[in-house]
């Protein structure tokens, strides 16, 4: 159908294909394989395709970071995207090998026949116990486990992408339930603003289940409810949340974002069985004190659970307003690794993290057009206003106060605490 083109490309070829006569016909052909993205997932995909072909394949890979250029990943130095200027689209395929299908497409342009690695994946997966999944410049061990939770965010950001080209549907790609803003660290990068707090306070239980229920009645699914803070697993009515979650049907995956610094309690743990969710770890070194218990505590209960270590870019502050021209807003927004992660907090569905907390934290920069109210039923027409602020919007006004989410973002060290809390610049909303 019509709906599925995406800048040139039939998604239902880029995601549906038979990998082996894919990798057959590559093989036999001599042509190359590029790999569009140095990430995760890209990581155990050349792994797979080593193990398979025992190096027939000729594998090359492309990222479209010039931080990255020239590195060594996986035995493969990474090339620059403009590589594909000088290639016959008869010369190669390319495998989109990181969470940015829109974005890594809309690059492409048609030049060159481009797939999901997802049914090579799912193809082959059996394998993986088998094959060293590689944890060089990772402050962890990978897992099985892990692998399937970077594979879970591979899929449903191409699940978004379908999704989006419909224009009647209303499938969101997750939302971010903030449970807390209060958190057991104290970073001052962190990019959900948790450093800027003075008294933070727990969502009210009640109204988060109402607000809940409110989303959920007017949208078609959300493929991952996340829950987060913070540090979620301070917020005491944990339990409680995810037993109403374990009911509600159009959630795909519910999903908990933890430090390592607290093991939860019995409640929470059955709330976590009862809704099958996955708790995702970021893993902090010495500042994720609880890392090996909470692991053993979860393994112990059969709990699905993956251990990932953050790469944090300097998208943490609230800067001076910039006042940019709405093209580069624009550029700015679509480029932002965040700009499809809906937030609710205290009643409200924000656009962005960035934007919720923002907006929670300062009267000054509250933009109504940004927000949707979902705290009581009373409004006729919240799906029209959530369908708006998630397909409708070219840029956020918090975009102005935001140093950008994205490749060119530059790094800085993870999790640096601060004793203080920041201060909201006094030029940031005049």
């Known amino acids: 159908s019509m709906a599925m083109m995406y800048s040139g490309y039939d998604l239902a070829n880029v995601t ?9 016909g590559v093989e036999k052909s001599g042509k190359d394989i590029i790999i569009y993205g140095a990430g995760i997932q890209s990581r155990t995909i050349i792994q797979i395709l080593d193990y398979i072909r025992s190096k027939n394949l000729k594998i090359r890979l492309i990222d479209s970071n010039r931080r990255k250029v020239g590195e060594l990943f996986q035995g493969k130095i990474i090339e620059d995207v403009s590589i594909l200027e000088e290639l016959n689209k008869n010369d190669c395929i390319v495998l989109i090998g ?18 999901s690695i997802l049914p090579i994946y799912e193809k082959y997966k059996y394998l993986l116990s088998e094959i060293d999944l590689n944890s060089n410049d990772l402050q962890y061990k990978r897992s099985v486990n892990d692998v399937e939770r970077e594979m879970l965010l591979y899929d449903t950001e191409f699940s ?47 109204m988060l289940i ?25 917020f005491k009515q944990l339990g409680s949340y995810l037993d109403y979650l374990s009911t509600e049907r159009k959630i795909r995956k519910v999903v908990i974002y933890t430090n390592g610094t607290i093991k939860p309690k019995h409640k929470t743990l059955e709330g976590i069985k009862a ?14 004190r609880n890392l090996s218990g909470l692991t053993d505590l979860l393994k112990e209960h059969d709990i699905s659970h993956a251990v990932k270590d953050p790469r944090w870019t300097d998208s943490g502050k609230i800067t001076s307003k910039q006042n940019l021209q709405e093209n580069q807003l624009e550029n700015r927004f679509f480029n932002c690794c965040t ?76 999790a640096i605490q601060t004793r203080q809390v920041l201060k909201i610049p006094v030029h940031a909303i005049s």
């Open 16 to 24: 549906g294909f038979d990998c082996e006569t894919l990798l057959a």
């Open 98 to 115: 990181s969470c940015f299908p829109g974005q890594i497409l809309k690059a492409l342009g048609g030049r060159a026949p481009a797939y």
């Open 160 to 206: 978004n992408l379908v999704c989006s080209l419909d224009n009647n549907s209303l499938s969101l790609k997750s939302i971010d339930a903030v449970v807390t803003e209060g958190c057991s660290l104290k970073c001052k990068d962190c990019s959900n603003l948790m450093q800027y707090y003075h008294r933070p306070k727990n969502a009210h239980l009640e």
């Open 210 to 234: 109402e607000s809940t229920r409110n989303i959920l009645s007017c949208i078609d699914e959300v493929f991952e409810w996340r829950i987060l803070g913070g540090e979620p697993f301070l």
């Open 275 to 288: 809704c099958d969710a996955i708790v995702d770890i970021s893993n902090y070194g010495e500042l994720s």
């Open 339 to 414: 700009r499809d992660v809906l937030t609710l907090l205290h009643g409200y569905v924000y656009r962005c993290p960035f934007s919720a907390n923002l907006m929670n934290l300062s009267d000054g920069f509250i933009d109504e057009t940004d927000r949707v109210y979902v705290g009581n039923k009373a409004a006729v027409n919240t799906r029209e206003r959530l369908s708006e602020l998630y397909k409708g919007k070219r840029f956020l006004s918090a975009c102005d106060n935001c140093n950008g989410r994205d490749y060119t973002t530059p790094f800085v060290a993870t």
